[in-house]
Every structure is written in C-alpha cells, then in structure tokens.
C-alpha cells in the first residue's frame, strides 16, 4: 500500500469516528451517578464562586431583580415561568444560596424551549436543549446600549454623563450569534457576520461542551484539527489562511490574529485618551470597572486599581471602542465561537480611533 492510499484510509477512518461515537453517546445514556459527579466538578456547581455568593453580605441578602435570573436557581425558575407568575420576569425576591443546578436545566419549560430574547431585543430560535445556555451567556449590555448613551454627543468631546458600559461576563452566546443578536457596538455603515455555524455535528454549545462537566474533549477535534491533544491546543487551531494581523505568520491559531488587534486596539485607545481627551486612561482584566484614570507609563498597581479611581472622562468615540475592546476580553473562548466578529468589531474600533490618532491599517484585513 503506497503511503498516500494508506493517509486517504486513515482520514476516512478518523471521519466516520465521528458520526460513530456521536451514535454512541446518544444510544447510551450515561449513569445519574455520573452525571452528577461531573455537574459537581464543574463551575455551575462551585457554592463558593464570587457569581453564587457576591450578594450574600448584603442587608437583606436577596439579589437585585436585574441580576438575579443568571446568579440563582430560583431566579432562573422564576423567569421561566415554572415558579412565579410571568414568564420572561423574576417576580420573587431573588434569594442567595443558590448555584446552577439540575431543576435549573431540568424542567418542563427549559425542556421544550426554542427561542431566546437577547439584551439588544432580537430573538433567536429553532433552539434545542442549549437554550437555557444562552439566557446566562448573553452578556447584559448591546451595542445599542452604548449608541443610546451617546446619542446627540459630540463624538470628541468628554460628557459628564457617560460612563463605561460593560458588556458582562462569559458571554459565548452573544458572540457566537454575532451580528445576528448585535452584542457587540457595531459602526453604521459596516455589516456584520451572523452566527457562526462552524461545522455540523458541532454547532451548538452542547455538542462541544459536556452540559454537565462543561469541558470540551479536545479528543472530539482531532479528526478535523490535525494536533490537538489537550485543552491548550485550542488556541492553536487555524482553518482560514487570511493574514488578519498582517504578520506573515497564517500557521498560529486564529486566536493569535484576534490577540495582536486586541493589543493594537488597547494602543490606541490609550494614545486617544492622551492626545485627544488629555486625560491618560488604563485598563486592568480584573477590575470593575476595568477602565482607570491612571497613566499606563506609571506602571500601576493593584493598590491604584480601584472604584473611585474609575475613568470618568468618556467622550463618545472612546466609549465605543472601549466597550468593544472589553467586548473582545470577556469571551475567551471567542476564537472559537465567533472569530470574525470579534476581528471585524476590532478592526472597526482601530479603524475609528484612527480618524484621531495614528493607526497604521494597511496592514490588517478586515474579515
Ligand atoms: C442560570 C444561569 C446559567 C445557565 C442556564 C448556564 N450557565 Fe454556564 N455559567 C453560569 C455562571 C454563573 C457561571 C460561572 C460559574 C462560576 O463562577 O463558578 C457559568 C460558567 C460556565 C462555564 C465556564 C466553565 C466553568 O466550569 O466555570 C461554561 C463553559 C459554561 N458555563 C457553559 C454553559 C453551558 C454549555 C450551558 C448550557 C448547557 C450553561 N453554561 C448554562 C451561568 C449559567
Ligand atoms: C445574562 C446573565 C447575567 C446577568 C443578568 C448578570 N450576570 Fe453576573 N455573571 C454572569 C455569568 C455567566 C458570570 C460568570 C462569569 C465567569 O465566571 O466567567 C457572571 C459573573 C458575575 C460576577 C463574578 C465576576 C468574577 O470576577 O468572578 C459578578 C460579581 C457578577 N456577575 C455580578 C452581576 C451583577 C451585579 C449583575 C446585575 C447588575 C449581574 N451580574 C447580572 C451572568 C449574568
Ligand atoms: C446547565 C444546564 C444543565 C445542568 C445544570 C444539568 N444538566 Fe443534565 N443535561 C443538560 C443538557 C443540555 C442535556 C442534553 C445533552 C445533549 O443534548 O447532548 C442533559 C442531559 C442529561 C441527562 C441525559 C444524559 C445522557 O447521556 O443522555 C441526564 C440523566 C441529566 N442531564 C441529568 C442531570 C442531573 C442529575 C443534573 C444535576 C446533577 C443535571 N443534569 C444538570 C443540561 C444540564
Ligand atoms: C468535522 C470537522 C470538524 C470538527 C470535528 C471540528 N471542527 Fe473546528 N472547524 C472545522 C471547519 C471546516 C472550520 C472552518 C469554519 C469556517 O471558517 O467557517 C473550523 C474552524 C474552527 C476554528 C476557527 C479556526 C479559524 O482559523 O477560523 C476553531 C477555533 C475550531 N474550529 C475549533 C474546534 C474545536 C474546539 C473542535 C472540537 C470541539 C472542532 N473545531 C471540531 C471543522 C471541524
Ligand atoms: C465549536 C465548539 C464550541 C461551541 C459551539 C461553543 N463553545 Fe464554548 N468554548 C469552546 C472552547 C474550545 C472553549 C475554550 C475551552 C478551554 O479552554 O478549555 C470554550 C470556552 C467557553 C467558555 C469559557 C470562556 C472563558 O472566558 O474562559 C464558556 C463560558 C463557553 N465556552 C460557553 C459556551 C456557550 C454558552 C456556547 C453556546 C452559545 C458555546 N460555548 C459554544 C468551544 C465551543
């Protein structure tokens, strides 16, 4: 057998894998006990996380209404419709001391659910059982949001009333609908990319990630992304050869493209503040409101980081870029849920900013 047969039997082979182990799975339905011990291990069971215990202080500790469906099992039943009176409403005083657990997925409405209202108004559907999934990783804010606050402001002019608008946390849905669901500020005049399909058989969020462990076997890849072994190769797969970052590396992985405009995105925005606004402007992943009024040249530390010394001299133009920018962070996992989204919403900010201050795009490809 000449080497080139035995590479064409070996492909065949890795691809009918696919649709046989997916077989396999369906007609053998995993234990309770087993289910249950992989939920248990898992973030959505984790009673001490900051998102299940954040409010537990406070004097009554109940969550406020507007947080609660994401942060508490009887929140989310709440707003279903399966305790309460209104569907689509937490009518209840949300209590702490609760996480994300079976019934909160498990019920008759989440079972038979197929459409989902996303924070900019527009519904998705023809859902399957990753519906619930997409109530809690939607993010909170649209980019609609953001035009509603700027809206009559002079684009280069700070305004008292503006402050930073944080899109919120693990937002996989949000990008992954893309343009479809408009998470993200997009520019008039620009058009957008929808949901992102990926490949059948691996579309949805379930079918990547476990429901109950929320892992992603990086086994399941390899028969489409030659080399992943373990979860850091993630990063490394690359399909489209476009030469987003203008590097003359297409061999990296698609998140690399998205980090390098990322990098060049922060760049700008820090120069805007100085030249433009005057007033230097800092970034840190870590801290609400993520958005400092510190000089990046003075190195800050974790003791300049804090509320009161939040950023506060927005004009319209860097508030947009800004919330794209923390858009673009608040996913990590947008490389694989969406990543032409998340280059065209950077590309666009970079492109924005460059009216005020240098950017060289003559490099970069906006997908
Ligand atoms: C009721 C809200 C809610 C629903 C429904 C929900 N999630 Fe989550 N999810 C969360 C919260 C809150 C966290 C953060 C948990 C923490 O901080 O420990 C989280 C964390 C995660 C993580 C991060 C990994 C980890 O172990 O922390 C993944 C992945 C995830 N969810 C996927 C999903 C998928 C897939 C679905 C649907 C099958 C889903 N989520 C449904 C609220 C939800
Ligand atoms: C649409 C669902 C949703 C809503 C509404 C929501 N959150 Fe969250 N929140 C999440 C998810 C999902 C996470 C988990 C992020 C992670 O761990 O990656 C989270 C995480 C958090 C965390 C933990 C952040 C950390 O650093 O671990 C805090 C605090 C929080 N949210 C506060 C709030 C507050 C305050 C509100 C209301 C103003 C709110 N959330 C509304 C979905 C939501
Ligand atoms: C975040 C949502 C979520 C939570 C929490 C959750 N499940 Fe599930 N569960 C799902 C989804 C979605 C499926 C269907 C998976 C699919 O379509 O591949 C499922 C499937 C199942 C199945 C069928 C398994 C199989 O292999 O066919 C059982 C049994 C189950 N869940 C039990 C539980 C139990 C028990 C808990 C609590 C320990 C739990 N689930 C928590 C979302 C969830
Ligand atoms: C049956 C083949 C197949 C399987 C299995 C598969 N993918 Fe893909 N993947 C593709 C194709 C085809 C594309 C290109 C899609 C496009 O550009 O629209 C792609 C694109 C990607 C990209 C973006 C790469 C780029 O350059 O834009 C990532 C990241 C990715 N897949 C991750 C995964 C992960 C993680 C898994 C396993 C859970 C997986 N894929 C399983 C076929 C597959
Ligand atoms: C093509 C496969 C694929 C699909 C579809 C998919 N994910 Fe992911 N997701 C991944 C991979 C790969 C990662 C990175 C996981 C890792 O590093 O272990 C990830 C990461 C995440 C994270 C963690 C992000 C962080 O900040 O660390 C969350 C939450 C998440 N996904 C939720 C979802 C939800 C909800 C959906 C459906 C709306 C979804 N995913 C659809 C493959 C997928």
Redesign the pocket.
């Known amino acids: 057998m000449t080497v080139q047969k035995a590479l064409v039997i070996l492909t065949l082979i890795l691809v009918l894998a696919v649709p046989v182990r997916a077989a396999f799975v369906t007609f053998a339905p995993e234990s309770l006990a087993t289910v249950s011990q992989k939920w248990s291990e898992s ?1 959505h069971a984790d009673r001490e996380s900051l998102s299940f215990t954040y409010w537990d202080d406070d004097d009554p500790p109940v969550i406020p209404i507007g947080c609660a469906k994401c942060h508490s099992n009887y929140a989310f039943l709440d707003f279903l419709g399966e305790i309460g009176d209104t569907p689509g409403e937490v009518d209840r005083e949300p209590l702490v001391g609760s996480v994300v657990s079976c019934t909160t997925c498990h019920n008759p409405t989440a079972h038979t659910m197929t459409q989902v209202m996303f924070p900019s108004g527009a519904e998705v559907t023809a859902l399957g059982t ?1 519906a619930t ?2 109530i ?3 993010g909170t804010r649209a980019g609609a949001d953001v035009d509603e606050a700027i809206a009559g402001l002079d684009v280069d002019t700070v305004s008292e009333d503006l402050s930073f608008i944080n899109v919120h ?5 949000a ?3 893309g343009g479809d669901t408009k998470g993200g500020y997009e520019y008039e005049g620009r058009s957008y990319v929808g949901f ?1 399909e ?2 059948s058989g ?8 476990d429901a109950h462990s ?3 076997n990086p086994q399941d ?1 390899t028969p489409c992304h030659y080399g992943v072994v373990d ?2 190769d ?2 490394d ?1 690359r399909v489209d050869r476009t030469d987003y970052d203008g590097d003359g590396d297409t061999e990296k992985g698609i998140a690399a493209e998205i980090a390098t405009l990322q990098t060049a995105l922060l760049q700008a925005i820090y120069e805007y503040a100085v030249q433009v606004v005057e007033e230097p402007i800092f970034y840190s992943p870590d801290s609400f409101p993520y958005f400092f009024a510190l000089d990046p040249d003075d190195d800050p530390g974790p003791g300049d980081v804090h509320f009161g010394n939040r950023y506060m001299s927005w004009t319209p133009r860097l508030l947009r870029a800004a919330y794209n920018y923390q858009f673009s962070r ?8 969406n990543p032409r989204y998340v280059l065209q919403l950077l590309y666009d900010s970079l492109e924005d900013l460059g009216e005020r201050v240098p950017v060289d795009l003559d490099p970069l490809t906006r997908p």
């Open positions: 973030g990753e999934c997409l809690c990783h939607q946390y693990a937002i996989a849905a990008t992954q609908w992102y990926h490949v691996y579309t949805t969020c379930v079918e990547c990630h929320l892992q992603v890849c979860r850091e993630f990063i797969i608040k996913d990590g996992g947008n490389y694989t849920h």
